[in-house]
Nanobody, 123 residues
Framework: QVQLVESGGGLVQAGGSLRLSCAASGGTISSYGMGWFRQAPGKEREFVTAITSSGGSTRYADSVKGRFTISRDNAKNTVYLQMGSLKPEDTAVYYC????????????????WGQGTQVTVSS
């Protein structure tokens, strides 16, 4: 059973940057596609970005393309989300998730989820 724990959230001003981490335990994530999702108040959880198990391919939601970067370090069993040029509309709880044999926007394909970390962007 893989456990995922997100960290690195916080309060930042618009235009600022944050780096989120997702540390895995209880198993290796090296064979899992990994994704980041977010849920803003009053809205459904939405896809942000995903990366293949090797890190060779990535996908991004249009809303974050060019501002966010996903990466992973399989030796550290950790996935990262570097967020830049943050906007108030990026305010949300950010979740990481792991999927066997998949990376992409379909939440149902993900097998494990973290508890989330809050990101708040002030204007």
């Amino acid at each position: 059973q893989v456990q995922l724990v997100e960290s690195g959230g916080g309060l930042v001003q618009a235009g600022g940057s944050l780096r989120l981490s997702c540390a895995a335990s209880g198993g290796t994530i090296s064979s899992y596609g990994m994704g980041w999702f977010r849920q803003a108040p009053g809205k459904e959880r939405e896809f942000v970005t995903a990366i293949t198990s090797s890190g060779g391919s990535t996908r991004y939601a249009d809303s974050v393309k060019g501002r966010f970067t996903i990466s992973r370090d399989n030796a550290k069993n950790t996935v990262y989300l570097q967020m830049g040029s943050l906007k108030p509309e990026d305010t949300a709880v950010y979740y990481c998730a792991a999927a066997r044999g998949y990376y992409g926007s379909s939440q149902g394909q993900y097998n494990y989820w973290g508890q989330g970390t809050q990101v708040t962007v002030s204007s």
